[in-house]
């Protein structure tokens, strides 16, 4: 018997740790991604094959709502409260204005509405980025802390906007929150690799995305940390 637990017990050892493995990597394994996500700037040489690839079209771009550097915590987390919500900053609004000016300089094709979340960071990143015309307002990217018990539909919808094929000549543009991203795609986005108004470039695949790399268009501002 002694002999049959030395065994059995190593085993089982195995076998527990490769499942608590797969368990940890499964939203990595969700989204094929680059051996290690750092932010570049699109007008930079290393930015350059990111910027060629998007202009062919078909990708998505993920943004990060635009700068919040020392603007007061979010407070009642509810959709349309805007007094009780972390919004951006001037520097943030600035930053938005330049994504969006970028975008054109560089020749990137935006496929019409850009898709923002409802809490007033993304929402305002979007419309000062593109124009309040150009937006349309998508619950599938509310921020995590304002979904609530819908989060996991919140997750499926982000997981749908990543992975649904977006045709040839145009990229689908989100602007949303990082929890959220880190939550689909792991934890190769979090930390310092998706600053505010930063993007994740996607290509979408139903099998599950994978991440091409993320992209600056403008000036990152603060880190993109708080204390809230």
Do not use: W
Not at 151 to 169: M, N
């Amino acid at each position: 018997m002694t002999a049959l637990r030395c065994a059995i017990l190593p085993a089982l050892a195995v076998f527990l740790l490769a499942a608590s493995f797969r368990a940890e990597a499964k939203p990595v394994a969700e989204a094929k991604s680059v051996a290690k996500a750092m932010p570049v700037a699109a007008d930079s040489p290393e930015g350059a094959p990111l910027v060629e690839r998007l202009r062919r079209g078909g990708l998505v771009l993920y943004f990060r709502h635009a700068d919040t550097s020392g603007m007061p915590c979010d407070r009642s987390f509810r959709i349309g409260d805007r007094a009780g919500q972390r919004n951006i900053s001037e520097a943030g609004r600035r930053q938005s204005r330049e994504i969006g000016a970028a975008l054109l300089r560089l020749g990137i094709p935006v496929e019409k509405p850009v898709r923002a979340g409802p809490v007033y960071r993304a929402r305002d990143t979007a419309e000062l980025a593109f124009g309040e015309e150009a937006v349309a307002i998508d619950e599938a990217l509310t921020a995590d802390d304002y979904a609530g018990a819908r989060l996991a539909a919140v997750l499926d919808g982000h997981r749908a906007l990543f992975s649904a094929p977006v045709r040839a000549g145009v990229n689908r543009v989100l602007v949303g929150h990082r929890t959220p991203a880190i939550m689909v795609l792991g934890r190769i986005v979090g930390g310092p690799a998706f600053p505010e108004g930063s993007a994740i470039v996607i290509e979408p695949a139903m099998s599950g995305p994978a991440i091409r790399g993320i992209l600056t268009f403008a000036d990152t501002i603060g880190t993109g940390f708080h204390a809230c």
